[in-house]
């Protein structure tokens, strides 16, 4: 206390001489200082918005903007308005971005601008509870959760995950196999092959996607038959977190001021707590049979991570941040796998293409594995072909990024953009790949996901023709519409659509059948080996 009296004393007995004019260059560099900024704000209100169709007073664009293939709209306002457009709803912005350049440059080199979700109170504050890192906000605690992610999800943990993948991919391609034979009496309708009926493989491939992520997230795989399947099975495509990926968004958040009406009167506040109640349930059970499952699994390596960090989470955080993965995979890849289809039946020529290769590098003695992945560029190639420029982005607007346009810009992926053509990947090494997002929200499972889908390419092209069904009244072939899908929704799979499936040989079911008696019966071993690998005994 006698040193601060001191020092206090000393300086008001400091000359005025040697005080006044420092504090007159403070003062200065104050005025300085405040001056710039509110100049350059002035300056920053005074930007135009970007261009975008017309508004009317009060309620915006609410009638002109699209419910339904909205995609389609934003790809037709690129060629009127350019590649960042403008619409307005009620009192929020929405800034669409339409060709590479434009979601580069904003959510990629602007990260630290554009790195938070636009705010859902059903999804993020009634359904998740703020649980749900694909709808939290960026902030120090999504940090926390991308970091637990990190160690499960980077390129060394999808290697290890590979004969995960292999024995997944391999199952399907068995499945794929019975769901073609016809049943006790059935007629197929088809001169080509009495062997195989026409079926949709969607229940296949959210199967295979399901047991992938569920096997990796909670350590036991989904096999059809098995008890407890079907109800997982029927939860990845009802639970909360699902709907809000494939459909709308809630009206609620539409009409926010609904928030504030008291809870007694708001059923849809209660329709929400029941939605949190039976999801958190859900992930909360999992999580604790995860944790005592022999071997290897996510949730073990987020509960080590939670300990080592000592970061003091509940174990309902912990079972959301599993959860989510399983969720968040689950319809991306089923919804990738039934484009591959189409695309297949569309442009049977590429398949051929692909098959050939297949052939040649693989023959008819073996399954094709990932040691082959360096000579078969052209499946990876299939998987891809699955204030900014002087405008005012306001604060708090929505900033999407179009990717039906932006995998449309000519400009960058060439004239025949709109076309089906995995060659335009092997004919250059510079082409941006967007499917995973931008900037500090790229999708955690990209390394998992991508390994997942080339072995699933691969075998599926080793194994089977594919082919659009006869129709029995014309006995022309059906024509799948690359079209046909949902109109609403983040993740768009195509519409429900039956395919045939011919094995391309009598070589493919023995095979297959060889494999899986000498793969299939061990997994605990499987996952001990990989929670070896990673050090966590």
């Given at each position: ?102 979601a580069h440059e904003i959510l990629n080199k602007r990260a630290s601008n554009y790195s938070d979700r636009s705010f859902s109170y059903m999804a993020t504050e009634l359904v998740s509870k703020g649980y749900n890192m694909l709808l939290r906000q960026y902030d120090p605690h999504l940090r926390l959760h991308q970091r637990l992610h990190v160690h499960g999800l980077n390129p060394r943990s999808a290697m290890l995950y590979q004969p995960i993948q292999e024995l997944e ?369």
């Amino acid at each position: 206390m006698e040193d601060l009296a001191r020092d206090r004393d000393s300086l008001l007995s400091r000359p005025l001489y040697i005080l006044f004019p420092l504090s007159l260059v403070v003062s200065v560099c104050l005025y300085l200082l405040t001056s710039r900024l509110r100049h350059a704000r002035q300056r920053y209100s005074k930007l135009p918005l970007p261009p975008g169709p017309p508004q009317l007073p009060i309620v915006g664009n609410f009638f002109n903007v699209p419910l339904h293939l909205s995609w389609l709209t934003h790809y037709q306002w690129r060629q009127v308005y350019g590649p960042v457009v403008h619409f307005k709803v009620g009192g929020q912005s929405t800034i669409v971005l339409t060709t590479v350049e434009a979601a580069h440059e904003i959510l990629n080199k602007r990260a630290s601008n554009y790195s938070d979700r636009s705010f859902s109170y059903m999804a993020t504050e009634l359904v998740s509870k703020g649980y749900n890192m694909l709808l939290r906000q960026y902030d120090p605690h999504l940090r926390l959760h991308q970091r637990l992610h990190v160690h499960g999800l980077n390129p060394r943990s999808a290697m290890l995950y590979q004969p995960i993948q292999e024995l997944e991919s391999l199952q399907l391609v068995k499945d794929i196999l019975a769901g073609g034979k016809p049943k006790p009496g059935q007629h197929t309708g088809e001169k080509q092959s009495a062997e195989v009926v026409p079926h949709d493989p969607h229940w296949e491939f959210r199967r295979a996607s399901a047991s992938s992520m569920s096997l990796i997230v909670w350590g036991y795989r989904l096999l059809k038959g098995q008890p407890g399947t079907e109800e997982e099975m029927d939860f990845f495509n009802k639970c909360p977190t699902s709907v809000i990926l494939k459909g709308p968004f809630p009206w609620i958040d539409t009409f926010t001021w609904l928030k504030h009406v008291p809870y007694c009167i708001s059923p849809w506040k209660r329709a929400g707590e029941k939605c949190h109640e039976s999801e958190a349930a859900h992930h909360v059970a999992n999580f604790r049979r995860a944790l005592k499952q022999p071997g290897y699994n996510i949730s073990k390596q987020i509960a080590h991570g939670v300990d080592r960090l000592n970061a003091g989470m509940s174990e309902t955080e912990m079972a959301w941040i599993s959860g989510t993965l399983t969720l968040a995979n689950g319809e991306t890849s089923v919804s990738i796998l039934c484009w591959f289809v189409v695309a297949m039946i569309t442009y049977p020529h590429m398949m051929h293409k692909a098959q050939a290769t297949l052939d040649q590098v693989v023959g008819r003695e073996r399954l094709p594995v990932y040691a082959d992945r360096a000579q078969l560029p052209y499946i990876d190639a299939m998987i891809e072909e699955d204030e900014y420029m002087g405008y005012r982005i306001p604060k708090g607007a929505i900033v999407a990024a179009s990717q039906w346009a932006i995998t449309r810009d000519k400009n960058v992926f060439g004239a025949d953009s709109d076309d089906f053509r995995p060659e335009r990947w092997l004919e250059r090494d510079d082409l941006p790949k967007t499917s995973f997002g931008y900037g500090r929200r790229l999708c955690p499972g990209r390394h998992v996901g991508r390994e997942g889908l080339w072995i699933m390419f691969a075998r599926l092209l080793w194994a089977f023709e594919m082919e659009a069904p006869t129709d029995p009244a014309t006995l022309k072939k059906k024509v799948i519409d690359p079209m046909a899908m949902p109109t609403l929704g983040i993740v768009i799979a195509p519409e429900p659509f039956e395919a045939l499936f011919h094995p391309r040989g009598e070589w493919v079911e023995k095979l297959v059948h060889r494999e899986l008696e000498n793969s299939g019966k061990d997994v605990d071993s499987l996952m001990e080996q990989v929670e070896m690998a990673k050090g966590l005994q």
